[in-house]
T-cell receptor, first 117, second 111 residues
Framework: SAVISQKPSRDICQRGTSLTIQCQVD?????MFWYRQQPGQSLTLIAT?????????ESGFVIDKFPISRPNLTFSTLTVSNMSPEDSSIYLC??????????????FGEGSRLTVL | GNSVTQMEGPVTLSEEAFLTINCTYT??????LFWYVQYPGEGLQLLLK?????DKGSNKGFEATYRKETTSFHLEKGSVQVSDSAVYFC??????????FGAGTRLFVKA
């Protein structure tokens, strides 16, 4: 298992500003995943962050809007840039269980709830 | 492409009622299947999983059986409690880095 801490847990932001979300894992992991959960919706994968290389973005998400850093095996950040009200969502950091776990067996942080005014 | 379809909510039940939340999937290959639960104000937690046909995942009184012939993974619990009120997500993974989630089903359990 993995324990994941995210900061901030929630924030209210002004249109046009940027916010960086931090994700700390209590063990070393190869891959970290960033998801977006829009109000009342399911989870959508934004990108996969691998330490030492650029993140891989899913269709519909671009690096200029959602830059990601992955400086080491326990930490990652996601920045939501030039925010608009449409970016109001919960952003979730996730890792796979590893070891005896299977692909898709994910552990999640508590999420960062962003409201953009 | 791969997808997950689950029944729309909300589902409202009285305490001790029987719960079924339907989930069907479309996938190439042989996916692993999962149910995740999201309690109010929290992130998602893995509830149970099944990795091959006819496997039954179980946890906390919840069960789901991997049915390849019907491409289904329905979640069941014999007697729900108020504390089971949450959003339940069915999900699949075909072995890569991308897990596909269903839309989620909100469950309300009344005392």
């Amino acid at each position: 298992s993995a324990v994941i801490s995210q900061k901030p847990s929630r924030d209210i932001c002004q249109r046009g500003t940027s916010l960086t979300i931090q994700c700390q894992v209590d063990s070393q992991v190869t891959m970290m995943f960033w998801y977006r959960q829009q109000p009342g919706q399911s989870l959508t994968l934004i990108a996969t962050a691998n330490q030492g290389s650029e993140a891989t973005y899913e269709s519909g998400f671009v690096i200029d809007k959602f830059p990601i850093s992955r400086p080491n095996l326990t930490f990652s950040t996601l920045t939501v840039s030039n925010m608009s009200p449409e970016d109001s969502s919960i952003y979730l950091c996730s890792v796979e269980g590893g070891g005896q776990g299977v692909a898709g067996e994910l552990f999640f942080g508590e999420g960062s709830r962003l409201t953009v005014l | 492409g791969n997808s997950v379809t689950q029944m729309e909510g909300p589902v409202t039940l009285s305490e001790e009622a029987f719960l079924t939340i339907n989930c069907t999937y479309t996938a190439t290959g042989y996916p692993s299947l999962f149910w995740y639960v999201q309690y109010p104000g929290e992130g998602l937690q893995l509830l149970l999983k099944a990795t091959k046909a006819d496997d039954k995942g179980s946890n906390k009184g919840f069960e789901a059986t991997y049915r390849k012939e019907t491409t289904s993974f329905h979640l069941e619990k014999g007697s729900v409690q108020v504390s089971d009120s949450a959003v339940y997500f069915c999900a699949l993974n075909t072995g890569g880095f991308k897990t596909i989630f269903g839309a989620g089903t909100r469950l309300f359990v009344k005392a």
